[in-house]
Each structure stands twice: as C-alpha cells, then as structure tokens.
Nanobody, 124 residues
C-alpha cells in the first residue's frame, strides 16, 4: 500500500522557520514529480512547490520562491519543504503529493497520491 506521511508542522511565531518532511512507503517516487500543497481555512487547496523526478528542476508558487525551498532525498524516499520567514498567511494544512509522471503540475487533480497533511500555524 502506497503511503505518504508528512511531519514537521507546528506552531511558530512570525519570522520563524519550519521544515516539513514527507516519507514515501510502499513504492519509490524517485523518478516521479512530488509537490507540496496547502489548504487554509475557507480556501481551496493550492500549489506551493514541486520538484521534478530526479530532483533537479523545481517550481514554486508566485511569491514563495524567496522563502520556501523544496528538496528531496532520493536515498530516503523523503520530500522536504524548508519554510523561512514564516508569515501568518502561511497558516494552513500542508499536504505532500506525488504523481505517476516526472513533470511537476500545479493542479490538485494532477496528483495521484496524497498524505494526510500536517498543520502549520504562524502567530503574529
């Protein structure tokens, strides 16, 4: 059974940092695209960042590239999201996603596998 398990969320003050992790089990996604999405209260789930199969090319939502960094450890089948200078508007549930394709997509429907999400709360 394929599973994606996120961790690393929590409560942090504005300006702080968090690193989210997502461990894949049941199969490897090293040659497939993976991504982070987030869902804030009352809003639709939105693309945050994605990384191509092989881990070289990356894509970010507008305005996040200077604060967030997506990376992956192929040996550990783990995806990361380093978030710096966090703001209250970053408060959301963050989801890890994977798809059976090496290219990153920005739409929710493009992804075949999802984690359960991890809560990130940024206080002002």
């Amino acid at each position: 059974q394929v599973q994606l398990a996120e961790s690393g969320g929590g409560l942090v003050q504005a300006g702080g940092s968090l690193r989210l992790s997502c461990v894949a089990s049941g199969r490897t996604f090293n040659r497939d695209a993976m991504a982070w999405f987030r869902e804030a209260p009352g809003k639709e789930r939105a693309f945050v960042a994605g990384i191509w199969g092989g881990g070289v090319n990356r894509d970010y939502a507008v305005g996040l590239r200077d604060r967030f960094t997506i990376s992956r450890d192929i040996a550990k089948d783990t995806l990361y999201l380093q978030m710096n200078n966090l703001k209250p508007e970053d408060t959301a549930v963050y989801y890890c996603a994977a798809r059976d394709n090496m290219y990153v997509a920005r739409t929710r429907a493009s992804y075949d596998y999802w984690g359960q999400g991890t809560q990130v709360t940024v206080s002002s």
